[in-house]
T-cell receptor
Framework: AQTVTQSQPEMSVQEAETVTLSCTYD???????LFWYKQPPSRQMILVIRQEAYKQQNATENRFSVNFQKAAKSFSLKISDSQLGDAAMYFCAYFARDDKIIFGKGTRLHILP | DTGVSQDPRHKITKRGQNVTFRCDPI?????LYWYRQTLGQGPEFLTYFQNEAQLEKSRLLSDRFSAERPKGSFSTLEIQRTEQGDSAMYLC????????????FGPGTRLTVT
């Protein structure tokens, strides 16, 4: 069965600094998608970034980038120039052909002014 | 294009009562998903529909839970004889068939069973 593991329950970063959130996953599939979702307090979940497993190039969305290591089954999220609005729960997630998203337990990110 | 909406946003009920939640997906999205999120955890898959057909149900979905999507548009999730362990956030998401991996989430319904 596929699993997603986030080993950092909470992290803090100074405003304007860079932070990296870690994620590992387990799967026997070769074709899948990986995501980072952001869930601000009392607000809905939004997609931050997506990575297709067949692409070697790491995905980037403005200040957000990933380090995708397929062989190691690792998928970390780097947030550059952290802003107060980045404070949220971040979920690493996996999707394959069985059509449902499997989420990790999340990392709560605090931004220190 | 409006997003996924859910109603109600909050529900407090007494143990043993029945509750029903509604989800309105993004128009033209033919897939609709229900997830449950308990405190401190990531969302867990419950069930999903393609149009009006319910294609998969998680073993988390006990026989007290039933979901419908009668006309392939909105969906309802009913919980009968609620228990305190049912307290959670119930999330709905929708996607378009050819991009099923791109799921858009609603704000959720927070259920508290007292």
């Amino acid at each position: 069965a596929q699993t997603v593991t986030q080993s950092q329950p909470e992290m803090s970063v100074q405003e304007a600094e860079t932070v990296t959130l870690s994620c590992t996953y387990d799967t026997s599939e070769s074709d899948y998608y990986l995501f980072w979702y952001k869930q601000p307090p009392s607000r809905q979940m939004i997609l931050v970034i997506r990575q297709e497993a067949y692409k070697q190039q790491n995905a980037t969305e403005n200040r957000f980038s990933v380090n995708f290591q397929k062989a190691a089954k690792s998928f970390s999220l780097k947030i550059s120039d952290s802003q107060l609005g980045d404070a949220a729960m971040y979920f690493c997630a996996y999707f394959a052909r069985d059509d449902k998203i499997i989420f990790g337990k999340g990392t709560r990110l605090h931004i220190l002014p | 294009d409006t997003g996924v909406s859910q109603d109600p946003r909050h529900k407090i009920t007494k143990r043993g009562q029945n509750v029903t939640f509604r989800c309105d997906p993004i128009s033209e999205h033919n897939r609709l998903y229900w997830y449950r999120q308990t405190l401190g955890q990531g969302p867990e898959f419950l069930t999903y529909f393609q149009n009006e057909a319910q294609l998969e149900k998680s073993r988390l979905l006990s026989d007290r839970f039933s979901a419908e999507r009668p006309k392939g548009s909105f969906s309802t999730l009913e919980i009968q004889r609620t228990e305190q362990g049912d307290s959670a956030m119930y999330l709905c998401a929708s996607s378009l068939g050819r991009r099923v991996y791109e799921q858009y989430f609603g704000p959720g319904t927070r259920l508290t069973v007292t």
